[in-house]
Every structure is written in C-alpha cells, then in structure tokens.
C-alpha cells in the first residue's frame, strides 16, 4: 500500500533558516522503487508486516557510516576483519572500511542494550532491527540521498558530520 500524506505541511529545518521543506498530498509509487527493503525503510510497507529483516538492516549499514552508528546508539561495532578489507580492496574500495554487516550492527546495539532472547540468551536481532528500522523511517536515524548533479561523496560527508553534530549535541544535553 502506498504512503499517503494526508494535508499539506511545512517543516523549518534546524540548521539552514533560508530552508523550507514542503510536504503535501500524494501518492508513493512502490513501482518506482528498487525492492521490499526500500519500502519499508521509506516507512511505505508497514514494519509489522516485515518478514526477514536483514535485507532492510543490511541496506541502513551500506547506507549510514559506521561512525554514525557508534554514535547514534553509543556502540563500538567491530572493525571488519582482515579477510574483509581484502575482498574490499578488490572491489575498488580502497582506503574505505567494508560496511558493518546486519549481524555486527545488531549484535553489537543488542549487547549494548542487553536485547537477548530469554530462552537461549542469543541476541534477539528481530526486535532490535524493528526498533532501529523505526527509527531510521521517522527520521531519528539521518540519510538523505543526494539531489540531481550533485557529488554523491561530498553530500553524505556533510550528512554525516551533521549527524555527528546533532548526536553531540544530544549527548550534551542529556549528560547536563
């Protein structure tokens, strides 16, 4: 079912005063988009009605920088192991660190947060990824993808050192 804006809104964004970003009626169009994993982080397909989370969790790690994770949710995800950097190497990644896979995001935010399944004390990686699945479609976990004719690296740079700020500054202000 497509998502559906119900009345015209407007939102001021917090760091750019000459911005103005509208939202107003209209429709979605699932044809549009690439598969069920961006449906349901676009908050289109309903979170509840997700089968298997881990396409939908392995698109946020390729999509959201390591660090932004660490600090967003206050995790050490582990470093990619040797193999890893290897197979990234040769896919033309040089000099960048292999995305987190869905399982050492998950395992690591689960053990921050003591999420484990209490019948065999496994991480319970089910109810972690809807919470951060969630997030991510009410915007509490930033990306934006870039506008047209714009350099891709350039604008998820400055996305995510704003993501960075604006999790400092929440730091700051629960710590005071």
């Known amino acids: 079912q497509p998502g559906k804006t119900k009345h015209f809104q407007t939102l001021l964004l917090p760091d750019r005063?000459?911005?103005?970003?509208?939202?107003?009626?209209?429709?979605?169009?699932?044809?549009?988009?690439?598969n069920t994993a961006d449906l349901i982080a676009?908050?289109?397909?309903?979170?509840?009605?997700?089968?298997d989370?881990?396409?939908?969790?392995?698109?946020?790690?390729?999509?959201?920088?390591?660090?932004?994770?660490n600090a967003q949710y206050g995790i050490q995800i582990p470093m990619p192991s040797s193999?890893?950097?290897l197979e990234a190497a040769r896919q033309l990644e040089e000099g960048?660190?292999?995305a987190p896979t869905a399982e050492e995001f998950l395992t690591s935010y689960c053990l921050a947060r003591g999420m484990l399944a209490a019948s065999s004390g496994a991480p319970d990686y089910q109810r972690a990824s809807r919470i951060i699945i969630k997030e991510y479609a009410d915007g509490k976990l930033l990306y934006c993808h870039a506008p047209p004719?714009?350099?891709?690296?350039?604008?998820?740079?400055?996305?995510?050192?704003m993501?960075?700020?604006?999790?400092k500054k929440l730091r700051e202000k629960l710590l005071s």
């Open 83 to 85: 193999d890893a950097m």
């Open 149 to 161: 004719n714009f350099d891709e690296e350039n604008f998820q740079r400055e996305t995510m050192m």
């Open 17 to 34: 005063s000459d911005m103005l970003l509208c939202d107003c009626p209209g429709l979605v169009f699932p044809s549009f988009v690439n």
């Open 53 to 69: 989370w881990r396409p939908v969790v392995e698109l946020l790690c390729r999509r959201i920088p390591r660090e932004v994770l």
């Open 96 to 98: 960048r660190i292999p």
């Open 42 to 51: 676009a908050g289109v397909y309903p979170i509840a009605q997700m089968r």
């Open 163 to 167: 993501a960075l700020h604006k999790t």
